[in-house]
């Protein structure tokens, strides 16, 4: 049963030409529809499926703190009505961008049940900043997060990337330490992935595009796990970083294979063992809500095979591995029965370990994890 929602804002003010996701120039765009629509998508979602307790709802993007007081209002009002009726939620995050949000705004989060922020900073350098396109500086990321600690925001989370065009491992290294200081307990940090269809990506095709070397990029990940766990961050996740009891629970949903549900143009959802894609443009979205109800445009079964490849892809990526016991319980099936040979070739490696009780990635197996997940991927 999914305990978990995610909820799609496609908007932002401005587009970054290394992101894939679904995602629109806020200005002329109509938002207020959306949110109708929106609201709409969450009324019969719940009408079909009705909700159990809801314990982590993630609002992403898009920039969702592009919207307004006023939208955000209506929008997290709606949440409140369909979404969890019975009580509010354990989790609650909404991803900002470094300067979108002001008093007004945040005091609508905080009265609507929001309880924590993931602010996007990705890098403390101004030329890097600029190449990636972001349009906040570093007073935006210290002022931000100054005005959610005024409001009462104390779970907050910043995002940083690495292996950018031009960095250096010393650059990356003056990026973990300005990211320390902020004493924030949640972050997350992944390198850049040139992604098709993004602009970097036609810019690599034509060869005016040129990453760190693989070594400085692995080297500047084996700097930031090192620096953040002497810092007292536990390393609970391949790219993520919190203090004890801070750990994205909404993420752990889908890195333990959970069902959740998925709302809002282009969101994905897995409810009761079917995976499902919304339409991803705007007006699409809206005219398949007002025409269909739900705007799907994939809905896809989930065989047990592939439930069982996704717990050990995902599973493997977090320090807590996978649960020999969870995977009986769910499965029916004893883990070494169904994935033996591939355990044992990975434990041979070196890539894995296990102390009978559940499997997890070794810290070799930290900086192979794509050769690990490999493994089980496409046996059904």
Partial sequence: MARSVYIHIPFCQHICPYCDFNKYVLKGQPVWHY??????????????????????????GGTPTALNPEQMRFFLEAVARYVQPQAPCVEFTVEANPGTVNEDLLQVMKEGGVNRLSFGVQSFDRGLLKKLGRIHTTEDVHQSLALARKQGFNNLSIDLMFGLPGQSVDMFREDVEQALKLDVPHLSAYSLKIEPGTHFHRLHEQNKFHLPPEDEEATMYELLIKRMTESGY???EISNFAYTGYESRHNLTYWRNEEYYGLGAGAHGYVQGVRHVNAGPVHEYIEKVAREGLP??????????????DMMIMGLRTKEGVSRLVFRERYGLKLEDHFGRQLDQLQAKGLITTDGERYWLTEKGLFLGNEVFAAFIGMH
């Fill in 35 to 60: 949110l109708e629509a929106l609201v709409q998508e969450m009324n019969l979602t719940f009408e079909q499926h009705p909700p159990q307790e809801i314990r982590t709802i993630f609002v992403g």
């Fill in 296 to 309: 799907r445009v994939e809905v896809h079964p989930v065989s047990k095979q592939e439930a069982m490849e």
């Fill in 234 to 236: 536990a390393h609970y």
